[in-house]
Protein backbone atom coordinates (compact mmCIF):
# COMPACT_ATOMS: atom_id res chain seq x y z
CA UNK A 1 0.00 0.00 0.00
CA UNK A 2 3.07 2.40 0.40
CA UNK A 3 4.24 1.85 -3.20
CA UNK A 4 4.50 4.83 -5.12
CA UNK A 5 1.68 5.22 -7.82
CA UNK A 6 4.43 5.17 -10.57
CA UNK A 7 5.91 2.16 -9.40
CA UNK A 8 2.31 0.40 -9.52
CA UNK A 9 1.68 1.82 -12.94
CA UNK A 10 5.08 0.28 -14.54
CA UNK A 11 4.28 -2.99 -12.84
CA UNK A 12 1.20 -3.69 -14.39
CA UNK A 13 2.39 -2.39 -17.88
CA UNK A 14 5.03 -5.14 -17.55
CA UNK A 15 3.12 -7.52 -16.43
CA UNK A 16 0.30 -6.76 -19.49
CA UNK A 17 3.17 -6.69 -21.52
CA UNK A 18 5.10 -10.36 -20.61
CA UNK A 19 1.48 -11.71 -21.06
CA UNK A 20 0.74 -10.43 -24.40
CA UNK A 21 3.98 -11.69 -24.98
CA UNK A 22 3.00 -15.08 -23.90
CA UNK A 23 0.03 -15.20 -26.12
CA UNK A 24 1.96 -14.23 -29.04
CA UNK A 25 2.63 -17.11 -32.14
CA UNK A 26 6.37 -17.46 -32.03
CA UNK A 27 5.80 -17.70 -35.62
CA UNK A 28 4.21 -14.70 -36.32
CA UNK A 29 6.68 -12.86 -33.77
CA UNK A 30 9.76 -14.48 -35.96
CA UNK A 31 8.35 -12.48 -39.04
CA UNK A 32 8.36 -9.27 -36.72
CA UNK A 33 11.13 -8.97 -35.43
CA UNK A 34 12.79 -9.81 -38.98
CA UNK A 35 12.32 -6.50 -39.55
CA UNK A 36 14.91 -5.72 -37.21
CA UNK A 37 17.51 -6.84 -39.64
CA UNK A 38 16.74 -3.57 -42.03
CA UNK A 39 18.72 -1.71 -39.21
CA UNK A 40 22.59 -1.71 -39.13
CA UNK A 41 22.88 -2.33 -35.23
CA UNK A 42 21.46 -5.90 -35.09
CA UNK A 43 23.08 -7.22 -38.35
CA UNK A 44 26.37 -5.32 -36.94
CA UNK A 45 26.50 -6.82 -33.21
CA UNK A 46 25.77 -10.26 -35.09
CA UNK A 47 28.25 -9.93 -37.35
CA UNK A 48 31.45 -8.53 -34.73
CA UNK A 49 30.69 -10.95 -31.92
CA UNK A 50 31.82 -13.95 -34.55
CA UNK A 51 34.52 -11.91 -35.35
CA UNK A 52 35.52 -11.00 -31.96
CA UNK A 53 35.21 -14.83 -31.14
CA UNK A 54 36.91 -16.29 -34.52
CA UNK A 55 40.13 -13.52 -33.48
CA UNK A 56 40.08 -15.12 -29.94
CA UNK A 57 40.43 -18.07 -30.68
CA UNK A 58 43.39 -17.48 -33.14
CA UNK A 59 44.81 -15.59 -30.32
CA UNK A 60 44.61 -17.66 -27.53
CA UNK A 61 46.18 -20.78 -30.06
CA UNK A 62 49.39 -19.02 -30.93
CA UNK A 63 49.51 -15.08 -29.97
CA UNK A 64 48.93 -14.25 -33.83
CA UNK A 65 47.88 -10.97 -33.15
CA UNK A 66 50.59 -9.62 -31.16
CA UNK A 67 53.36 -11.09 -33.79
CA UNK A 68 51.89 -8.88 -35.73
CA UNK A 69 51.04 -5.73 -34.38
CA UNK A 70 54.98 -5.94 -33.60
CA UNK A 71 55.81 -6.68 -36.92
CA UNK A 72 53.88 -3.93 -38.79
CA UNK A 73 55.70 -1.32 -36.35
CA UNK A 74 58.87 -0.25 -38.67
CA UNK A 75 58.00 1.23 -41.82
CA UNK A 76 59.37 4.81 -41.65
CA UNK A 77 58.67 6.60 -44.57
CA UNK A 78 58.11 10.53 -45.57
CA UNK A 79 55.44 11.79 -44.24
CA UNK A 80 53.11 15.50 -45.47
CA UNK A 81 50.40 16.52 -43.33
CA UNK A 82 48.09 18.30 -45.45
CA UNK A 83 45.21 20.44 -43.53
CA UNK A 84 42.99 22.95 -45.20
CA UNK A 85 40.73 25.29 -43.70
CA UNK A 86 38.55 27.59 -43.80
CA UNK A 87 38.06 30.54 -40.92
CA UNK A 88 39.65 27.73 -38.11
CA UNK A 89 42.11 30.73 -35.88
CA UNK A 90 40.52 29.05 -32.99
CA UNK A 91 41.87 25.68 -33.41
CA UNK A 92 44.55 25.65 -36.20
CA UNK A 93 46.98 26.39 -33.88
CA UNK A 94 46.30 23.47 -31.31
CA UNK A 95 45.92 21.37 -34.24
CA UNK A 96 49.26 22.10 -35.97
CA UNK A 97 51.12 21.80 -32.44
CA UNK A 98 49.47 17.82 -31.73
CA UNK A 99 50.82 17.27 -35.19
CA UNK A 100 54.70 18.66 -35.42
CA UNK A 101 57.10 16.80 -34.03
CA UNK A 102 55.29 13.85 -34.03
CA UNK A 103 57.51 11.68 -36.49
CA UNK A 104 60.62 11.99 -38.06
CA UNK A 105 60.43 12.28 -41.48
CA UNK A 106 57.93 15.13 -41.42
CA UNK A 107 56.02 18.28 -43.21
CA UNK A 108 53.42 20.04 -42.85
CA UNK A 109 51.24 22.03 -45.54
CA UNK A 110 48.22 24.57 -44.62
CA UNK A 111 46.49 25.82 -46.81
CA UNK A 112 43.91 28.56 -45.97
CA UNK A 113 41.22 28.42 -47.97
CA UNK A 114 39.88 32.49 -48.16
CA UNK A 115 39.71 32.65 -44.46
CA UNK A 116 38.38 35.57 -43.29
CA UNK A 117 39.51 35.68 -39.56
CA UNK A 118 42.97 35.35 -38.43
CA UNK A 119 43.89 31.63 -39.27
CA UNK A 120 46.44 32.87 -41.59
CA UNK A 121 48.02 35.03 -38.80
CA UNK A 122 47.59 32.16 -36.43
CA UNK A 123 49.81 29.61 -38.91
CA UNK A 124 52.62 32.18 -38.93
CA UNK A 125 52.87 32.68 -35.43
CA UNK A 126 53.45 29.14 -35.28
CA UNK A 127 55.73 29.17 -37.97
CA UNK A 128 58.21 30.98 -35.83
CA UNK A 129 59.20 28.69 -33.64
CA UNK A 130 58.19 25.28 -35.87
CA UNK A 131 60.00 24.24 -38.65
CA UNK A 132 58.81 22.80 -41.85
CA UNK A 133 55.55 24.23 -42.06
CA UNK A 134 54.06 25.95 -45.19
CA UNK A 135 51.39 28.29 -45.91
CA UNK A 136 49.83 28.48 -48.83
CA UNK A 137 47.10 31.70 -48.79
CA UNK A 138 44.10 32.55 -51.43
CA UNK A 139 42.30 35.31 -51.31
CA UNK A 140 38.90 34.39 -51.92
CA UNK A 141 37.47 30.44 -50.82
CA UNK A 142 37.64 27.60 -53.20
CA UNK A 143 36.76 24.69 -51.58
CA UNK A 144 38.39 21.70 -49.46
CA UNK A 145 39.02 19.76 -53.10
CA UNK A 146 40.94 22.42 -54.66
CA UNK A 147 42.88 22.88 -51.80
CA UNK A 148 43.70 19.59 -51.02
CA UNK A 149 44.81 19.28 -54.47
CA UNK A 150 46.96 22.70 -54.12
CA UNK A 151 48.76 21.14 -51.30
CA UNK A 152 49.44 18.04 -53.10
CA UNK A 153 51.24 19.33 -56.02
CA UNK A 154 53.71 21.26 -53.35
CA UNK A 155 54.17 17.71 -51.14
CA UNK A 156 57.34 15.67 -51.87
CA UNK A 157 56.78 13.13 -49.02
CA UNK A 158 55.98 9.43 -49.65
CA UNK A 159 52.94 9.86 -47.74
CA UNK A 160 50.20 12.25 -47.40
CA UNK A 161 47.61 12.33 -44.54
CA UNK A 162 45.01 14.75 -44.34
CA UNK A 163 44.17 16.20 -41.20
CA UNK A 164 40.72 18.52 -40.82
CA UNK A 165 41.91 21.83 -39.71
CA UNK A 166 39.64 21.41 -36.06
CA UNK A 167 41.40 18.22 -35.08
CA UNK A 168 43.73 17.02 -33.02
CA UNK A 169 45.95 14.05 -33.21
CA UNK A 170 47.44 11.34 -30.90
CA UNK A 171 51.37 11.33 -30.29
CA UNK A 172 51.27 7.55 -31.53
CA UNK A 173 48.78 8.56 -35.04
CA UNK A 174 51.41 8.82 -37.85
CA UNK A 175 53.11 5.98 -36.48
CA UNK A 176 50.33 3.63 -36.62
CA UNK A 177 48.15 5.47 -39.83
CA UNK A 178 51.24 4.79 -42.27
CA UNK A 179 52.10 0.89 -41.21
CA UNK A 180 49.57 -0.54 -43.30
CA UNK A 181 51.41 1.32 -46.45
CA UNK A 182 54.51 -0.81 -46.15
CA UNK A 183 52.13 -3.04 -48.23
CA UNK A 184 52.52 -1.68 -51.95
CA UNK A 185 48.75 -2.62 -52.73
CA UNK A 186 47.45 -0.50 -50.08
CA UNK A 187 46.57 2.72 -51.76
CA UNK A 188 44.99 4.49 -48.43
CA UNK A 189 44.35 4.17 -44.79
CA UNK A 190 41.68 4.90 -42.50
CA UNK A 191 42.40 6.13 -39.08
CA UNK A 192 40.00 6.17 -36.11
CA UNK A 193 38.20 9.50 -35.80
CA UNK A 194 36.98 10.36 -31.76
CA UNK A 195 34.75 12.67 -30.59
CA UNK A 196 36.83 15.90 -28.69
CA UNK A 197 33.76 17.35 -27.30
CA UNK A 198 32.23 14.59 -26.24
CA UNK A 199 31.17 16.20 -22.87
CA UNK A 200 29.27 18.97 -24.57
CA UNK A 201 25.98 17.71 -24.30
CA UNK A 202 23.85 14.26 -24.64
CA UNK A 203 24.06 14.37 -28.19
CA UNK A 204 28.13 14.65 -28.72
CA UNK A 205 27.97 12.07 -26.33
CA UNK A 206 25.41 9.23 -28.23
CA UNK A 207 27.60 10.56 -31.37
CA UNK A 208 31.00 9.57 -29.28
CA UNK A 209 29.61 5.76 -28.61
CA UNK A 210 28.41 6.29 -32.38
CA UNK A 211 31.96 6.75 -33.70
CA UNK A 212 33.51 3.90 -31.60
CA UNK A 213 31.57 1.60 -33.16
CA UNK A 214 31.05 2.74 -36.80
CA UNK A 215 34.46 3.68 -37.35
CA UNK A 216 36.34 2.32 -34.67
CA UNK A 217 35.20 -1.23 -35.29
CA UNK A 218 33.04 -0.97 -38.25
CA UNK A 219 35.91 0.06 -40.85
CA UNK A 220 38.23 -2.42 -39.25
CA UNK A 221 35.60 -5.55 -40.17
CA UNK A 222 35.20 -3.65 -43.64
CA UNK A 223 38.93 -3.39 -44.64
CA UNK A 224 39.28 -7.22 -43.57
CA UNK A 225 36.97 -8.49 -45.87
CA UNK A 226 37.99 -5.74 -48.54
CA UNK A 227 34.75 -3.67 -48.52
CA UNK A 228 35.84 -0.39 -46.92
CA UNK A 229 35.25 2.41 -49.27
CA UNK A 230 35.95 5.71 -47.40
CA UNK A 231 38.76 7.27 -45.45
CA UNK A 232 37.42 9.71 -43.02
CA UNK A 233 38.50 12.96 -44.98
CA UNK A 234 39.36 14.20 -40.96
CA UNK A 235 42.49 11.68 -40.92
CA UNK A 236 43.56 8.99 -43.63
CA UNK A 237 47.06 8.51 -45.65
CA UNK A 238 47.42 7.97 -48.90
CA UNK A 239 50.08 7.23 -50.78
CA UNK A 240 51.10 10.14 -53.02
CA UNK A 241 52.24 8.35 -55.91
CA UNK A 242 48.52 6.70 -56.11
CA UNK A 243 46.94 10.46 -55.74
CA UNK A 244 48.94 11.35 -58.47
CA UNK A 245 47.96 8.45 -61.00
CA UNK A 246 44.29 9.32 -60.29
CA UNK A 247 45.11 13.22 -60.76
CA UNK A 248 44.40 14.05 -56.91
CA UNK A 249 40.94 14.80 -55.57
CA UNK A 250 37.65 15.43 -57.19
CA UNK A 251 35.00 17.89 -56.62
CA UNK A 252 31.84 18.17 -54.72
CA UNK A 253 30.90 17.14 -51.32
CA UNK A 254 32.04 13.50 -49.67
CA UNK A 255 35.37 14.10 -51.51
CA UNK A 256 37.02 11.69 -49.10
CA UNK A 257 34.64 8.73 -50.52
CA UNK A 258 35.02 9.65 -53.84
CA UNK A 259 39.08 9.55 -53.90
CA UNK A 260 38.82 5.93 -52.27
CA UNK A 261 36.33 4.76 -55.11
CA UNK A 262 38.79 5.93 -57.41
CA UNK A 263 42.13 4.11 -56.00
CA UNK A 264 39.79 1.32 -55.71
CA UNK A 265 38.94 0.80 -59.34
CA UNK A 266 42.51 1.64 -60.06
CA UNK A 267 43.39 -1.83 -58.05
CA UNK A 268 43.93 -0.10 -54.67
CA UNK A 269 43.54 -1.93 -51.47
CA UNK A 270 42.16 0.45 -48.93
CA UNK A 271 43.25 -0.30 -45.30
CA UNK A 272 42.22 0.94 -41.29
CA UNK A 273 44.46 1.57 -38.54
CA UNK A 274 42.08 1.45 -35.40
CA UNK A 275 45.11 2.29 -33.11
CA UNK A 276 45.46 5.78 -35.03
CA UNK A 277 43.51 8.05 -33.56
CA UNK A 278 42.26 11.56 -34.19
CA UNK A 279 39.89 13.57 -32.11
CA UNK A 280 37.22 15.97 -33.58
CA UNK A 281 34.47 18.56 -33.04
CA UNK A 282 30.83 16.94 -34.15
CA UNK A 283 28.05 18.50 -34.31
CA UNK A 284 26.00 19.88 -31.32
CA UNK A 285 22.63 20.93 -32.57
CA UNK A 286 20.43 18.27 -33.48
CA UNK A 287 19.92 21.04 -36.66
CA UNK A 288 24.03 20.54 -37.45
CA UNK A 289 23.39 17.12 -37.01
CA UNK A 290 20.39 16.40 -39.71
CA UNK A 291 22.35 18.45 -42.16
CA UNK A 292 25.85 17.00 -41.93
CA UNK A 293 24.31 13.34 -41.95
CA UNK A 294 22.08 14.49 -45.04
CA UNK A 295 25.72 15.54 -46.60
CA UNK A 296 26.69 12.06 -45.62
CA UNK A 297 23.88 9.61 -46.90
CA UNK A 298 23.79 11.26 -50.07
CA UNK A 299 26.65 9.94 -51.40
CA UNK A 300 25.16 6.23 -52.03
CA UNK A 301 23.23 7.79 -54.86
CA UNK A 302 25.91 10.38 -55.86
CA UNK A 303 28.57 8.14 -55.89
CA UNK A 304 27.89 4.25 -56.50
CA UNK A 305 24.21 4.49 -57.91
CA UNK A 306 25.38 7.09 -60.71
CA UNK A 307 28.93 8.33 -60.94
CA UNK A 308 30.68 4.73 -60.30
CA UNK A 309 27.58 2.67 -61.23
CA UNK A 310 29.94 1.04 -63.80
CA UNK A 311 31.63 -1.08 -61.28
CA UNK A 312 28.53 -3.22 -61.29
CA UNK A 313 28.60 -3.54 -65.06
CA UNK A 314 30.40 -7.24 -64.88
CA UNK A 315 30.74 -7.28 -68.96
CA UNK A 316 32.92 -4.15 -68.81
CA UNK A 317 36.93 -4.93 -69.25
CA UNK A 318 37.36 -3.19 -66.02
CA UNK A 319 35.01 -5.31 -63.87
CA UNK A 320 36.42 -6.13 -60.30
CA UNK A 321 35.01 -8.23 -58.21
CA UNK A 322 36.30 -6.20 -54.55
CA UNK A 323 34.41 -3.27 -56.17
CA UNK A 324 31.17 -5.02 -57.37
CA UNK A 325 30.59 -6.53 -53.92
CA UNK A 326 31.31 -2.94 -52.49
CA UNK A 327 28.88 -1.80 -54.39
CA UNK A 328 26.55 -4.47 -54.02
CA UNK A 329 26.82 -4.08 -50.38
CA UNK A 330 26.35 -0.02 -50.37
CA UNK A 331 23.09 -0.78 -52.61
CA UNK A 332 21.63 -3.05 -50.49
CA UNK A 333 22.70 -1.73 -47.44
CA UNK A 334 22.36 2.00 -48.04
CA UNK A 335 19.24 1.91 -49.92
CA UNK A 336 17.42 -1.36 -50.33
CA UNK A 337 17.40 -1.60 -46.53
CA UNK A 338 16.03 2.11 -45.59
CA UNK A 339 13.16 1.77 -48.32
CA UNK A 340 12.64 -1.61 -46.79
CA UNK A 341 12.61 -0.19 -42.81
CA UNK A 342 9.87 2.27 -44.13
CA UNK A 343 8.02 -0.20 -45.46
CA UNK A 344 7.81 -2.58 -43.07
CA UNK A 345 7.18 0.18 -39.97
CA UNK A 346 3.93 0.88 -42.35
CA UNK A 347 3.27 -2.69 -42.79
CA UNK A 348 3.48 -3.26 -38.51
CA UNK A 349 0.98 0.23 -38.26
CA UNK A 350 -1.47 -0.95 -40.42
CA UNK A 351 -1.54 -4.63 -39.86
CA UNK A 352 -1.29 -4.19 -35.96
CA UNK A 353 -2.33 -1.38 -35.03
CA UNK A 354 -3.92 -2.27 -32.27
CA UNK A 355 -1.14 -3.79 -29.84
CA UNK A 356 1.44 -1.26 -31.54
CA UNK A 357 2.97 -0.31 -28.18
CA UNK A 358 3.64 -3.59 -27.22
CA UNK A 359 5.23 -4.27 -30.45
CA UNK A 360 7.08 -0.97 -29.93
CA UNK A 361 8.18 -2.37 -27.13
CA UNK A 362 9.31 -6.00 -28.11
CA UNK A 363 11.24 -4.27 -31.15
CA UNK A 364 13.16 -1.65 -28.21
CA UNK A 365 14.02 -4.52 -25.88
CA UNK A 366 15.49 -6.56 -28.76
CA UNK A 367 17.49 -3.34 -30.35
CA UNK A 368 19.00 -2.72 -26.39
CA UNK A 369 19.83 -6.87 -26.76
CA UNK A 370 22.25 -6.85 -29.78
CA UNK A 371 23.55 -2.95 -28.74
CA UNK A 372 24.92 -4.82 -25.63
CA UNK A 373 26.43 -7.40 -27.67
CA UNK A 374 27.76 -4.73 -30.13
CA UNK A 375 29.13 -2.73 -26.91
CA UNK A 376 31.00 -5.58 -25.38
CA UNK A 377 32.94 -6.65 -28.59
CA UNK A 378 33.77 -3.14 -28.96
CA UNK A 379 36.10 -3.25 -25.83
CA UNK A 380 38.03 -6.14 -27.86
CA UNK A 381 39.15 -3.31 -30.56
CA UNK A 382 39.75 -0.74 -27.55
CA UNK A 383 42.77 0.85 -26.59
CA UNK A 384 41.43 2.97 -23.47
CA UNK A 385 38.48 0.22 -21.80
CA UNK A 386 38.10 2.48 -18.97
CA UNK A 387 37.40 5.60 -21.67
CA UNK A 388 34.59 3.50 -23.16
CA UNK A 389 33.13 1.68 -20.02
CA UNK A 390 32.18 5.33 -19.46
CA UNK A 391 29.85 5.10 -22.94
CA UNK A 392 27.39 2.67 -21.34
CA UNK A 393 24.63 5.31 -20.19
CA UNK A 394 24.49 5.84 -23.95
CA UNK A 395 23.88 2.32 -24.57
CA UNK A 396 19.91 2.76 -23.87
CA UNK A 397 19.37 5.46 -25.96
CA UNK A 398 20.70 3.73 -29.10
CA UNK A 399 17.99 2.54 -30.45
CA UNK A 400 15.60 5.27 -30.65
CA UNK A 401 18.79 7.31 -31.85
CA UNK A 402 19.14 4.68 -34.80
CA UNK A 403 15.16 5.25 -35.44
CA UNK A 404 16.15 9.35 -35.87
CA UNK A 405 19.34 8.17 -38.29
CA UNK A 406 16.67 6.20 -40.27
CA UNK A 407 14.66 8.98 -40.81
CA UNK A 408 17.10 11.22 -41.90
CA UNK A 409 18.43 8.52 -44.11
CA UNK A 410 15.53 8.56 -46.08
CA UNK A 411 14.63 12.28 -46.11
CA UNK A 412 18.79 12.38 -47.84
CA UNK A 413 18.02 9.61 -49.87
CA UNK A 414 14.86 11.02 -51.56
CA UNK A 415 15.88 14.25 -51.96
CA UNK A 416 18.71 13.38 -53.39
CA UNK A 417 17.58 10.31 -56.14
CA UNK A 418 14.22 13.20 -57.09
CA UNK A 419 15.79 16.20 -56.70
CA UNK A 420 19.53 15.92 -56.79
CA UNK A 421 20.30 17.99 -53.88
CA UNK A 422 24.08 17.63 -53.40
CA UNK A 423 24.38 19.86 -56.59
CA UNK A 424 23.19 23.01 -54.23
CA UNK A 425 25.17 21.65 -51.16
CA UNK A 426 27.21 24.59 -49.64
CA UNK A 427 29.80 22.65 -48.85
CA UNK A 428 31.04 23.32 -52.00
CA UNK A 429 31.20 27.16 -53.09
CA UNK A 430 28.75 28.25 -56.13
CA UNK A 431 31.26 29.23 -58.32
CA UNK A 432 32.81 25.99 -58.29
CA UNK A 433 29.04 23.77 -58.31
CA UNK A 434 28.11 25.81 -61.05
CA UNK A 435 31.46 24.81 -62.95
CA UNK A 436 31.18 20.92 -61.74
CA UNK A 437 29.50 18.39 -63.26
CA UNK A 438 26.49 17.36 -60.99
CA UNK A 439 26.16 13.32 -60.48
Given at each position: ADRPLSMIWWDTM????????????????????????????????????????WDAVKELASLWHAELDNSKSTYCPSVCVLLVGHNESDTIYSTLDSIWGSWPKLEIIVVDDGSTDEMAAQVRFFQRTHAKVLLLSRPERSGKTSG?????????????????????????????????????????????VRVWNQDANLLTQIQAYEYRQTILVGRALQSRFHLLGIVSGAFGAFRRDALNQIRGWDVGPGEDGDVVLRLRRSGYAISSAPGAECLTNTPESVKALVRQRRRWDRTVVTFEARKYVSTACFWSRSFRAPDFLHTLERWFFNIFCVFAFWAYSAWLVINHFDELGSLVLLLYVCQLVFELVQYTCLFWFSRS????????????????????????????????????????????PEKVRLATWRW
Open positions: LNEWIYWLTTKNPHDLAWILAGLFLIDGPRYAIFTALIVQLNWGLHHATADVIVTVDADCRIAPDAIREIVQPLQDPLVGAVSGTPARDLCLIPIVPLMPLYHMFLKAVDLFALTEEFFFRASGHDDFV
